[in-house]
């Protein structure tokens, strides 16, 4: 799949009525922050304030182009950031894909996702296993590819262009720009290759700063599922039929990849023991060196 640089449109968008099929996402005060709509072969999709955005809903030549109509006094390297942070994220949904919320690191046991809502601690997390030497490869969103052609029996991630979204205080830990954007490439560029799943994590971080404990557990296929389904994306819910591809792609993912529920205190002063606990799991999951010397003899 290739993803092309976005381009700006003049075109009218649809006015994404609910009553006329659109679908709304509402943030916490009530207030829709994005909208779905289908017309014709186009997907229109909508971040309140900021642009509407349209492709193509068949990308048989496996190559997205996209538009977008940014609104009134909106920056359009915001409109770019949202493009290969979101919107790309949300088209490859359309293209078969399964994505989710969430940030994710290349380890010698495979990718290591890391979810859990907003605010959770996921890109911390992730820029501290990076430390260790972990390949930070998704944060935000994460692709899945549920059946790779390379190994249909393996779930794999897909990368795409991305940058850390540190907040203020994860950002100076790092020395990192807070709130960074992906900046427009200017070529087109492609979705990465197959990196075999290793695991999902699940985070729960505790309330309490100093007594909170580190707690790694593996889930149960029923209660793994939900919490993955949990964090999935749905860029149009009103599709019954991409839904059930969804639950179905959901239950083979649970069914091959472990998914473990993971507890620790939001202390940043505890930062290591988190960590050091995830770097453990890297090293359990990883498959063991061949001996020295255990090649074929001639």
């Known amino acids: 799949m290739i993803i092309e640089p976005l381009r700006a449109s003049d075109r009218e968008p649809p006015a994404f009525d609910v009553a006329a099929g659109a679908a709304a996402w509402y943030g916490s005060d009530g207030r829709p922050v994005a909208y779905s709509f289908v017309r014709g072969e186009e997907c229109w999709f909508r971040l309140v304030g900021l642009a509407s955005y349209v492709f193509p809903l068949n990308a048989a030549d496996g190559v997205l182009r996209c538009e977008a109509v940014p609104d009134p006094g909106a920056e359009w390297t915001e409109v770019v950031d949202h493009y290969y942070r979101s919107l790309s994220v949300i088209a490859m949904e359309a293209y078969g894909f399964e994505t989710l919320h969430g940030s994710a690191l290349r380890t010698p046991a495979g990718a290591l996702v890391l979810t859990a809502p907003s605010r959770m601690g996921k890109t911390t997390l992730a820029l501290a296993l990076a430390r260790r030497g972990h390949e930070l490869v998704a944060d935000d969103a994460v692709v899945v590819e549920v059946s790779p052609a390379a190994d249909p029996g393996r779930p794999a991630l897909r ?33 990465g290759p197959p990196v075999p799943l290793a695991a999902f994590v699940v985070l729960a971080r505790s309330r309490d700063e100093e007594c909170g404990e580190v707690s790694l557990e593996r889930l149960p296929p029923t209660q793994a599922y939900t919490a993955l389904l949990a964090r999935a994306y749905f860029h149009a819910p009103h599709e019954a039929t991409r839904d059930r591809q969804t639950v179905a792609a959901y239950l083979r993912l649970v069914s091959r990849v472990p998914v473990y529920l993971f507890r620790y205190p939001s202390s940043l002063d505890r930062l290591e023991e988190p960590v050091s606990v995830l770097d453990a799991l890297v090293a359990e999951l990883a498959p063991a060196p061949e001996p020295v010397g255990s090649g074929a003899k001639p």
């Open 159 to 191: 990368t795409l262009p991305f940058v850390p979204r540190a907040r203020e205080e994860t950002a100076a830990i790092f020395g990192l720009p807070v709130r960074a954007r992906v900046q427009e490439p200017g070529v087109p560029v492609r979705l």
